[in-house]
C-alpha cells in the first residue's frame, strides 16, 4: 500500500489524490486504533472540500463505534486544545494548513492534543491495509455538535494580561479560520485592529496561504498606509505566524520564535529550547541570554513533540513561524505565538523595527535543487565525505558548521529535491556558503 501518511498527517489534491473513500477509511482505521469506542474532536479549515471530508469521516468513526464532537469551522490550535478540554480520547482537524485551496489534509491527535506519533500513523497505515473493524447496528457511534472557539480564547485571556500600550496591528488570516479567532481576541487584549482578507473564503482569493515574505506584500504595503505599530499573518489553519514591523519589513519566523522565547522564558530557570537543524543561530543567542540550552531535532512538528516528551523542553519551534508552548498546548499555535510576540513588545517602548534589533542579525539564503528520490541516500553519502572534516550533525540532512557560519543540505521528505539552507552574520558570507553547498550538492548529484 502507498505511505500515506507525509510530513505531517495525510493531504492531497481533493477527488484525486485525497477522496471522501480516504477520509471514511482514515476514519474507521481511527475507531479501530481506538478499540471501536471513545470520543473524537473533530475540526476543520474553511477550504470548499471541508464538509465533505468531514461527513465521510465522521461516518467513518460513527461505523467503528466512535462518538464524534463536532466543532465545525476552527483554527488548527483550537482542535488541539478541544481535545483535551471535552476529554476526548483523539482528536482530527481537516486542513492543508499553507497548501492552495486544492489541497486538503486530515491529521490525527492523540488525547494530549499533539499530533499523532510516527508509530502511531504506521499503525494507521496498517489497520487499513489488514481491513478496519466496523460493530453492530446497534453498537454504532453517534456525533454531537460543540462549540470551542470561546474557551479557548477565555483561557488564553486568563494566561495573558491587557496590553499596556494601545498598539495598532495589521490583521492578515488569509480568508482562512484564523478569523474566527485572532482579531476580536486582539482587541480585547487592548489591540487597535485592522483586518485585511478577513472575510472566510474556501478559495482564499486574497493571497497564497503560506506565511513567507512575497506572499505578505500587500499586508506590508498597508501597515506602513495605515501607520500602524506592526502586522500579523497567519497560515491556513493558523499554527503559524509571521510578523511585519513599521517600516513594513518581514521579521522571518526564526526572529519570531526568538523573541517569543526570550520574553516567555524569562522567569525559568535554565531552560530548554527545542528546535530544528532548519533554525537560525539566533535561538543560541537566545538561550545564553537565559542561562539555557538549544537542542535541535529532525524537522516537524511531530519530532519536536516526541523530543519533549521523551527529554522535557519549556519552549519550542520552527523557522516557519510554528511555535509550541507545551505548558498550554502540545501543537503549533500562530495565535498564541502573535498574543506573545504582541505582550514581549508591549513590555518595551520600542517599535517593532527597534524591538527586532535587540538580537543578534543574521542573513540566511534558502535554495534547492531537484534530486530523483532513489539517489538521496548516495547524495547524502557523498557530502558527507566531502565535509568529514567540519564539524558536522546528522539528524535530519547535512548540517555542517563553519566559523562565519553553517549549511544545510537536507533532501525533502515529501518532493524530488534537496533544499539548501546558508546562514552568516553577514550577506556575503551567507552567499558564499549557499554558493558553496549548491556547487557541491551538484556534483554529489551528477556522482550518484
Given at each position: 500500500m502507498p505511505k500515506l501518511f507525509g510530513t505531517f498527517g495525510v493531504r492531497g489534491i481533493v477527488n484525486k489524490e485525497l477522496t471522501i473513500k480516504t477520509a471514511l477509511e482514515l476514519g474507521q482505521a481511527l475507531a479501530t486504533d481506538l478499540g471501536n469506542r471513545g470520543r473524537v474532536a473533530v475540526g476543520r479549515d474553511n477550504r470548499t472540500s471541508g464538509v465533505m471530508l468531514e461527513e465521510a469521516l465522521v461516518a467513518g468513526l460513527n461505523s467503528g463505534g466512535c462518538d464524534a464532537v463536532r466543532l465545525g469551522l476552527i483554527p488548527t490550535p483550537v482542535l488541539s486544545f478541544a481535545t483535551r478540554y471535552f476529554s476526548c480520547d483523539a482528536g482530527v482537524m481537516i486542513t492543508a494548513s499553507h497548501n492552495p485551496a486544492e489541497y486538503n489534509g486530515i491529521k490525527f491527535w492523540d488525547c494530549d492534543g499533539a499530533g499523532f506519533q510516527r508509530w502511531r500513523e504506521e499503525k494507521i497505515e496498517r489497520i487499513i491495509s489488514r481491513g478496519t473493524k466496523m460493530v453492530s447496528w446497534c453498537d454504532i457511534g453517534h456525533f454531537e455538535s460543540a462549540e470551542a472557539l470561546s474557551h479557548y480564547v477565555a483561557a488564553i485571556k486568563k494566561r495573558v494580561p491587557k496590553f499596556r500600550r494601545e498598539l495598532k496591528v495589521v490583521l492578515d488570516c488569509a480568508n482562512a479560520v484564523g478569523n474566527l479567532v485572532t482579531p476580536g481576541l486582539l482587541r480585547e487584549l487592548g489591540c487597535k485592529v485592522i483586518s485585511i482578507n478577513g472575510q472566510l473564503d474556501g478559495t482564499f482569493p486574497g493571497r497564497k496561504l503560506e506565511t513567507v515574505p512575497e506572499n505578505l506584500k500587500e499586508l506590508a504595503k498597508t501597515v506602513v498606509g495605515c501607520k500602524a505599530d506592526l502586522g500579523v499573518a497567519h497560515d491556513g489553519d493558523?499554527?503559524?505566524?509571521?510578523?511585519?514591523?513599521?517600516?513594513?519589513?518581514?521579521?522571518?519566523?526564526?526572529?519570531?520564535?526568538?523573541?517569543?522565547?526570550?520574553?516567555?522564558?524569562?522567569?525559568?530557570?535554565?531552560?530548554?529550547?527545542?528546535?530544528?537543524?532548519?533554525?537560525?543561530?539566533?535561538?543560541?543567542?537566545?538561550?545564553?541570554?537565559?542561562?539555557?540550552?538549544?537542542?535541535?531535532?529532525?524537522?516537524?512538528?511531530?519530532?519536536?513533540?516526541?523530543?519533549?516528551r521523551k527529554n522535557g523542553?519549556?519552549?519550542?519551534?520552527?523557522e516557519n513561524g510554528g511555535v509550541i508552548f507545551p505548558d498550554w498546548l502540545l501543537c503549533r499555535d500562530g495565535i498564541m505565538t502573535a498574543v506573545q510576540f504582541i505582550a514581549a513588545l508591549d513590555k518595551t517602548e520600542m517599535k517593532a523595527s527597534e524591538f527586532n534589533l535587540t538580537l543578534p542579525v543574521y542573513f540566511q539564503v534558502k535554495k534547492r535543487l531537484e534530486c530523483p528520490n532513489d539517489k538521496k541516500a548516495k547524495v547524502l553519502e557523498r557530502l558527507t565525505k566531502r565535509f568529514s572534516d567540519h564539524r558536522i550533525c546528522r539528524e535530519d540532512?547535512?548540517?555542517?558548521?563553519?566559523?562565519?557560519?553553517?549549511?544545510?543540505?537536507?533532501?525533502?521528505?515529501?518532493?524530488?529535491?534537496?533544499?539548501?539552507?546558508?546562514?552568516?552574520?553577514?550577506?556575503?558570507?551567507?552567499?558564499?556558503?549557499a554558493d558553496l553547498g549548491m556547487k557541491e550538492l551538484k556534483a554529489a548529484i551528477r556522482q550518484s
Open positions: 493558523a499554527d503559524r505566524t509571521l510578523i511585519v514591523d513599521e517600516r513594513g519589513e518581514i521579521i522571518s519566523g526564526d526572529r519570531v520564535f526568538a523573541h517569543v522565547a526570550l520574553h516567555y522564558l524569562g522567569e525559568k530557570t535554565r531552560p530548554k529550547i527545542l528546535t530544528t537543524v532548519a533554525t537560525s543561530s539566533v535561538l543560541e543567542d537566545v538561550a545564553t541570554k537565559l542561562g539555557g540550552e538549544v537542542v535541535r531535532t529532525k524537522v516537524g512538528e511531530p519530532e519536536l513533540v516526541e523530543e519533549f523542553g519549556d519552549i519550542a519551534g520552527e540532512g547535512l548540517r555542517i558548521e563553519f566559523e562565519e557560519g553553517w549549511l544545510l543540505l537536507r533532501p525533502s521528505g515529501t518532493e524530488p529535491i534537496f533544499r539548501c539552507f546558508a546562514e552568516a552574520k553577514t550577506e556575503k558570507q551567507a552567499k558564499k556558503i
